[in-house]
Structures are given as C-alpha cells and as structure tokens.
C-alpha cells in the first residue's frame, strides 16, 4: 500500500502546516477580543482614554513599528533563500530578523521603564491595564518566535542542514503573526485613542 503524499499546494495544508495556522488563528482572536473590549471601555471613557494615550511615546511605537517590518521582510527573504538551497544567505537573513526581534524588545524595555518611573502602571487607570496586558502579551509571542528562530538558526547551521521546508515555513507563519498583532496594536494604542 503506498503512503499518500501531500500536495504542498493544498488548500488543505498551506505554508507550515494547518496546526500552525490553527494556532495563529486562536491567537488572533484572542487578540481581538481584547482590542474589541478595549474599544467597548474607550467608548465609555473616551477623555481619559484620549489623555492616557497622550502619555504614550508614538515614537517610540513607530520605531517598534519600523523593527518588526523590516525583520518581517528579512523573514519572509530567509524562507524564499532556503526554498532556493542558499543556506547561508538564508542563515544571514535568519541572523536579521532575530536581530529585528531583539531590538523590538530592547526598545519595548526603555519604553516600559519609561511608563513605569512615570508611575504608569497595570493599575493606573483602564487604559494602562490594557496597554500593559496587550504589548506584555505580545511581547511574550515575541520572545516565543526568537526561541523558534534560534532554534531554526541552529538547525541549519548544522551540516547536512538538518531543517524541512515545512518547519522554516512554520516558523516564519509564527513569526508575521507577531508582525500582525503588533500592525494592529500600535495604531489602536499609539495613535487612535
């Protein structure tokens, strides 16, 4: 009996396998849940929504911003190198976008300490309770896609690679999913309210 194969084409299993996209499907709802009740407490609150936003630096947001764009790209640019058997042009553009990771979170840090020496913190008021459970919440997504990375890093710095396509491709659907959340939380935080 022969084992059935997979056409990597399916709509039934895209780019890194149907659980992967499962689960960045739950998170993305569970992320819109929050923005939505966010927006449900702004509507009630609107002034000190509007003046608790004003405390944010959007600077610092927009800068974030430019981070995880860029090592979206440097992302998406490892996947297309490593389907092309470029290794180590592939293992380069891996090394930027983690290092696009790490400066999102190092910028993310001076930004909390900021809020925190401010005495803004997860109790200050409604805004900041979500402020601080929605990026604290990315952040961790993030801090969970560098360890990914890094271990996807080491898998094909080894020799024979030792990676499938389906796992590199995995890893980037994980990754953009960051990209994603953040796209939605920073002009939601930064510059609506």
């Known amino acids: ?58 600077t610092y947001g927009a800068i974030n911003t430019v981070f995880l764009l860029t090592s979206g790209f440097f992302m998406a640019r490892t996947v297309q190198l490593f389907k092309e058997g470029n290794i180590l042009r592939a293992s380069v553009f891996l090394r930027l976008t983690m290092l696009g990771g790490l400066l999102f979170l190092a910028l993310k840090g001076f930004e909390y300490n900021d809020k925190l020496e401010a005495g803004l913190g997860l109790s200050y008021n409604t805004f900041f309770t979500y402020y601080w459970m929605l990026t604290l919440f990315h952040m961790v997504h993030v801090i969970v ?5 890094w271990t996807v890093q080491r898998s094909i710095s080894k020799v024979p690679v030792n990676l499938k396509l389906e796992d590199m491709e995995a890893s980037a659907a994980f990754w953009h999913m960051c990209d994603l959340i953040w796209l939605l939380l920073f002009p939601i935080l930064y510059l609506i309210f």
């Not at 009740?37 to 002034?47: D, G, H, I, L, T």
């Not at 896609?145 to 990375?149: C, K, P, V």
């Open 145 to 149: 896609g560098l360890i990914i990375l």
């Open 1 to 58: 009996m022969e084992t059935p194969t997979i056409d990597p084409k399916s709509i039934y299993y895209p780019p890194g396998g149907i659980l992967m996209w499962i689960i960045i499907f739950l998170e993305l709802v569970t992320f819109g849940i929050a923005l939505i009740f966010m927006v449900v407490s702004a509507r009630e609150e609107p002034e000190m929504f509007h003046d608790s936003r004003m405390l944010l630096n959007s």
